[in-house]
Structures are given as structure tokens and as C-alpha cells.
């Protein structure tokens, strides 16, 4: 069974730039997270889908994180504009309707300079 | 507000000897606790599990206990690897099925 898929793997931009990120989840997985993973803390949850509608989005920063989930598989995740701060490692994962867990894929290191 | 707290950002164990991380929580509503295990440059990968209303579970050489009283649960290696180095993640799930994490601790299995 393929994994969830990311893409790109590593991207540097300069700040007040704009940036978007990828992700394939795990075929039949109705629930995609996408998370924040700042140097030295845990990943943070930016914003979860059910399908194509989202389930929670409250510590997605609207003013410049974007996210969406066409079709309900796909989803791209936007930054706009980018500032320092944004630097993280962000992760896709997901889950199907009886896993306990979620699988995550391997991560954007985006380094904002 | 740290829902979910590892304490130790660190800990150096003897190969053969028991590891154990540690992880509280300060919400009464979790339903389950999960442990993820991550590699340099590599997403989180699942490694073990438990309800809220067990109190351990066991995997092969991998055994979490829940303290529901006290809010804690512990992580035990037993025996410790080399290969288990790496940072050890303690997460908990809500109702809606989001995933909580803690900020990590850095196992190190010396040989």
C-alpha cells in the first residue's frame, strides 16, 4: 500500500513570497491533516479535511495560509505571503474511518530567508 | 496552552537496558494516546497505541502504560535497540479525531 505522498521535499524562498505544497494521501483515506513542525517542538495542526469539507481550521492563519481539497483526495496547501516565521517542516497526513492512527508522509522543509 | 507535555527533551539509555519515556496530558477528554516514532527527514511513524480505557498495551518490545488518574502515560523499550534512536513523539486523539502532540524526546540507545 502506497504511503502518503508530499511534495516538494525541500523549497527556500525569500519572505513575502509565495509558496505551495502538495499531498496525496493514502487511497480511501477520507481524512486529511496537514500539520506545522517547528524546530524542536511537536507537530502543530493547521487544519483537518473530511472529504472535500474541512473539519477544523482554527489554528490555520487565515491572513496567509490557504488550504483546499479538491475532489476529496488531493489537497494543496498555499502561503501567502511568506514571513520568517513560517520556517517548519510541514507534514500531510491521514487517516481512514477505522485506524486509530494517522499515517504522515515525509514532510516540506520550507525555509523561509 | 500544551495540552500534552514530554518533559524530557532527552534521554540516553544503554543498549539492552529499558527505555522509558514519559508524557503528560491535561485534557479529560482524550479518547486515545498514541506514540510516534520519527527519523531525521522522515514524517512520524506510528508505533503504539492505547485506549483511555486501558490501562497498558503491549507490542512486542514496546509497552505504553496509562495513568488516568494522575494524567500520564509512560513509553517502555525493553530491550533498547540502536535502532530505536530516535525522537519519540507522545500524541493524544480527540473525539474529532485530531491528533495533539507533545514537543518530542530524543532517545539515544548507546551501544
Known amino acids: 500500500e502506497a504511503g502518503v505522498a508530499q511534495s516538494p521535499r525541500y523549497k527556500i524562498i525569500e519572505k513575502r513570497q509565495s509558496v505551495a505544497f502538495w499531498c496525496n494521501p493514502i487511497?480511501?483515506?477520507?481524512?486529511l491533516y496537514w500539520y506545522q513542525q517547528i524546530l524542536g517542538q511537536g507537530p502543530k495542526l493547521l487544519i483537518q479535511?473530511?472529504?472535500?469539507?474541512?473539519?477544523?481550521d482554527s489554528q490555520l492563519p487565515k491572513d496567509r495560509f490557504s488550504a483546499e481539497r479538491l475532489k476529496g483526495v488531493d489537497s494543496t496547501l498555499k502561503i501567502q505571503p511568506a514571513k520568517l516565521e513560517d520556517s517548519a517542516v510541514y507534514l500531510c497526513?491521514?487517516?481512514?474511518?477505522?485506524?486509530?492512527?494517522?499515517?504522515f508522509g515525509q514532510g516540506t522543509r520550507l525555509t523561509v530567508v | 496552552d500544551q495540552q500534552v507535555k514530554q518533559n524530557s527533551p532527552s534521554l540516553s539509555v544503554q543498549e539492552g537496558r529499558i527505555s522509558i519515556l514519559n508524557c503528560d496530558y491535561t485534557?479529560?477528554?482524550?479518547?486515545?494516546f498514541l506514540w510516534y516514532k520519527k527519523y531525521p527527514a522522515e514524517g512520524p511513524t506510528f508505533l503504539i497505541s492505547?485506549?483511555?480505557?486501558?490501562d497498558k498495551n503491549e507490542d512486542g518490545r514496546f509497552t505504553v502504560f496509562l495513568n488516568k488518574s494522575a494524567k500520564h502515560l509512560s513509553l517502555h523499550i525493553v530491550p533498547s535497540q540502536p535502532g530505536d534512536s530516535a525522537v519519540y513523539f507522545c500524541?493524544?486523539?480527540?473525539?474529532?479525531?485530531?491528533?495533539?502532540f507533545g514537543s518530542g524526546t530524543q532517545l539515544t540507545v548507546l551501544p
Open positions: 485534557n479529560s477528554m482524550f479518547d486515545y
Open positions: 479535511f473530511q472529504n472535500n469539507g474541512v473539519v477544523d
Open positions: 500524541a493524544a486523539r480527540r473525539t474529532a479525531r485530531q491528533l495533539t
Open positions: 492505547i485506549s483511555s480505557i486501558k
Open positions: 487511497s480511501g483515506h477520507a481524512t
Open positions: 497526513a491521514s487517516s481512514g474511518q477505522e485506524s486509530t492512527e494517522a499515517f
